[in-house]
């Protein structure tokens, strides 16, 4: 698939204002001024940078915790989300919620309401309203490797292949689900073979390489708005930080993160556009002084934020408002 140098250019942007940006979160974390948990994608941003961006404006993201990159690219600013970590009135939430179980329907984000896997089905849903209405529009739905063997998991991809919605599911298999490691989990090598039993195409990608899972989904999103139905798509991947900054992950061993940290998502995708001449070493360093600022200028905007008033914490619970 031939992709333009803007699009390459603007996923490595992407990229690193994901990174950048949860490295902040983590370091507010440890000063006290994140009242939450802090969940990171670190290591394994490719895979929301790239399923998300390729969707077009009109589809639909229902992404889970760790894909902090589907909210960038769909454009919720970096003000809101740390205003949202923050717990401020200007947050995504208006300060109901320190995280990012949240969604806006604006943005085309359906909010994730912490039961893993549940974005399977209520996506499939959403594809299923599209079918009814004859719109050519896709959801995108994304759970982790451990999410896969919750019941949710499995009822979202057989209503999604018996009905044929125009849905594609990604999964982000990081290796671990908090300290289970996948062997553990499952008696199979590939999550993609789960999607065997719904006859569903599985297709495994490296999910460190955003331009694979990019091609892959924009592929599986065409085949879905042309009436082809779902696809499963594994993004192998390796979960760098702890479940959540409470967790220190002694339990990974280390010349795992070692072996990973080599086939860092940022790392790979410099080096291919400055191997490629795509990009020159001194445009993504200014790629790089921007997203700092942007991520600078996010801090000081939802410090200065107000905290929300109490009698709106009732407004708007069950529901994201339009
Ligand atoms: C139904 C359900 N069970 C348990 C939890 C608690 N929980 C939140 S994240 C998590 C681990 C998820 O692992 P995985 O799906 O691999 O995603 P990852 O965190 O690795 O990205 C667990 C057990 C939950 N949110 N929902
Ligand atoms: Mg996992």
Redesign the pocket.
């Known amino acids: 698939m031939d992709i333009k140098r803007e699009d390459l250019v603007q996923l490595y942007y992407y990229l690193r204002l994901t990174r950048r940006l949860e490295e902040r979160f983590t370091s507010l974390y440890h000063q006290g001024k994140i009242l939450g948990g802090a969940w990171t994608s670190n290591g394994t941003e490719a895979v929301s940078v790239g399923y998300g961006y390729a969707l077009k404006r009109d589809d639909i993201a229902a992404p889970y915790f760790r894909d902090m990159g589907v909210f960038l690219v769909r454009g919720i600013t970096p003000k809101r989300l740390m205003a949202q970590y923050l717990g401020r009135k200007t947050g995504v939430t208006g300060g109901k919620e320190g995280n990012v179980h949240v969604g806006d329907l604006n943005f085309g984000v359906i909010g994730f309401p912490s039961h893993l896997a549940d974005n399977y089905p209520v996506g499939a849903g959403v594809a299923l309203a599209f079918k009814i209405r004859g719109e050519k529009r896709v959801v995108a739905a994304c759970t982790?490797?451990?999410?896969t063997s919750r019941g949710d998991f499995h009822e979202g991809m057989n209503l999604a292949s018996v009905r044929k919605l125009p849905i594609v599911f990604i999964c982000?298999?990081?290796?671990?689900?908090y300290s289970t490691p996948l062997q553990l989990q499952m008696a199979i090598k590939n999550i993609a073979d789960r999607s065997l039993a719904y006859n569903i195409p599985g297709k495994i990608v490296d999910g460190n390489n955003v331009i694979a899972v990019y091609t892959a989904a924009k592929e599986a999103y065409e085949v879905a708005r042309d009436g082809g139905g779902p696809t499963f798509i594994e993004c192998k991947t390796m979960?760098m930080h702890g479940h959540s900054e409470h967790d220190s992950a002694k339990y990974v061993p280390r010349e795992l993160l070692e072996e990973w940290k080599k086939k860092d998502p940022i790392l790979h995708m410099e080096n291919y556009l400055l191997e490629g001449s795509i990009s020159t070493r001194e445009e993504l360093e200014d790629i790089d002084t921007r997203v700092k600022k942007e991520v600078d200028e996010a801090e000081a905007f939802a410090e200065e934020s107000p905290y929300p008033d109490p009698e709106d914490c009732l407004k708007g619970v069950y529901a994201t408002p339009l």
Do not use: I, K, L, S
């Open positions: 982790g490797d451990g999410g982000n298999n990081n290796q671990y689900a979960r």
